[in-house]
């Protein structure tokens, strides 16, 4: 199933505890929640192009199914990590003590970050 297009979020889940347990101020934490949110993705075979808006902010990585890649979030850091498919709707990425799980089910990106006993759930569907 091809990853490629543009997705509004349309919920989240846990989105405060989650912030908190990765570090950002409450200040960080209150602008995030106000902000849309829109992901596009463009796939070409095993590579990726990903790009997340959030607010006025704009993060894009590019990176190939099971090859190193460094990869920026949304919180300026960089990692050199390995993006792996779990099936042909799941990307699974670990950054540091993150794992990030992105999948797609029909119009809908649903992406879940999970540190130790926290996780966070976005859920977009495509425009």
């Not at 989650?18 to 101020?25: I, P, Q, T």
């Not at 990692?79 to 099936?87: A, L, Q, S």
Request: no cysteine; glycine share 8%; net charge neutral.
């Amino acid at each position: 199933m091809s990853f490629t297009g543009k997705y509004e979020r349309q919920s989240q889940e846990n989105f405060e505890p989650f912030m908190k347990a990765v570090g950002l101020s409450d200040e960080q934490i209150e602008k995030g929640k106000a902000n849309k949110s829109i992901t596009e993705i463009v796939q070409t075979g095993k590579k990726f192009k990903v790009t997340l808006t959030t607010g006025d902010k704009s993060v894009t990585n590019e990176f190939v199914i099971g090859e190193e890649a460094e990869l920026d979030t949304p919180t300026g850091q960089k990692f050199k990590t390995v993006v792996n498919m779990e099936g042909d709707n799941k990307m699974v990425v670990n950054l540091n003590d993150i794992k990030s799980v992105t999948e797609i089910n029909g119009d809908t990106l649903i992406n879940t970050l999970i540190k130790g006993d926290h996780q966070y759930r976005s859920i977009s569907k495509r425009i």
